[in-house]
T-cell receptor
Framework: GAGVSQSPRYKVAKRGQDVALRCDPI?????LFWYQQALGQGPEFLTY????????KSGLPSDRFFAERPEGSVSTLKIQRTQQEDSAVYLC????????????FGPGTRLTVT | DQQVKQNSPSLSVQEGRISILNCDYT??????FLWYKKYPAEGPTFLIS?????DKNEDGRFTVFLNKSAKHLSLHIVPSQPGDSAVYFC????????????FGTGTSLTVIP
């Protein structure tokens, strides 16, 4: 079956631009996670959805970051007024279980802010 | 503050030999641990997990060992194969309180044919 897909795969933005990153989780997966992976680092948690409810957004680095999952399936991570430090790979993961025993990751979106 | 640490950024092993990847954590509340494997330009792929009620979990060529008193886990791959060459991340979570996994910085494994 289809895995987690993310689009675009690569995004170059000028500093100050807004960007929107899309995640299509595996069909039927209840939980959806966003992670940020800087170069040479492991993924760092940003936010978590259970269906359409955003239950944890403690990892969002600033109020420029906003995520939504309005119908409990596709999710969008929006970054407003991008800064150079936002350059990273943004990973989306989904899991079928309420307690996310295993998370299935998408290929990521590489964001470069110039 | 890195709660999960992988102190070896890279490891090279001959094909057929054992690969041992190590991971240390600081939060004693972590009760679930996973290893993920990542190829370039792909997302991490789940490999194996272990709950804190166990000290070993085995799946084919992959075995994860957990030493709770030392807050240390390791992944053993035997025999190592060239296709195992990838970056390996360990991750941990506190299932009672958290929805997130805490990842280490990864170890790049190269298996030499």
């Amino acid at each position: 079956g289809a895995g987690v897909s993310q689009s675009p795969r690569y995004k170059v933005a000028k500093r100050g631009q807004d960007v929107a990153l899309r995640c299509d989780p595996i069909s039927g997966h209840v939980s959806l996670f966003w992670y940020q992976q800087a170069l040479g680092q492991g993924p760092e948690f940003l936010t978590y959805f259970q269906n359409e409810a955003q239950l944890d957004k403690s990892g969002l680095p600033s109020d420029r970051f906003f995520a939504e999952r309005p119908e409990g399936s596709v999710s969008t991570l929006k970054i407003q007024r991008t800064q150079q430090e936002d350059s990273a790979v943004y990973l989306c993961a989904s899991s079928p279980l309420r307690y996310h025993d295993e998370q299935y990751f998408g290929p990521g979106t590489r964001l470069t802010v110039t | 503050d890195q709660q999960v640490k992988q102190n070896s950024p890279s490891l090279s092993v001959q094909e057929g030999r054992i690969s041992i990847l190590n991971c240390d954590y600081t939060n004693s509340m972590f009760d679930y641990f996973l290893w993920y494997k990542k190829y370039p330009a792909e997302g991490p792929t789940f490999l194996i997990s272990i709950s804190s009620i166990k000290d070993k979990n085995e799946d084919g060529r992959f075995t994860v060992f957990l030493n709770k008193s030392a807050k240390h886990l390791s992944l053993h791959i035997v025999p190592s194969q060239p296709g195992d060459s990838a970056v390996y991340f360990c991750a941990a979570s506190d299932r009672a309180t958290g929805n997130q996994f805490y990842f280490g910085t990864g170890t790049s494994l190269t298996v030499i044919p």
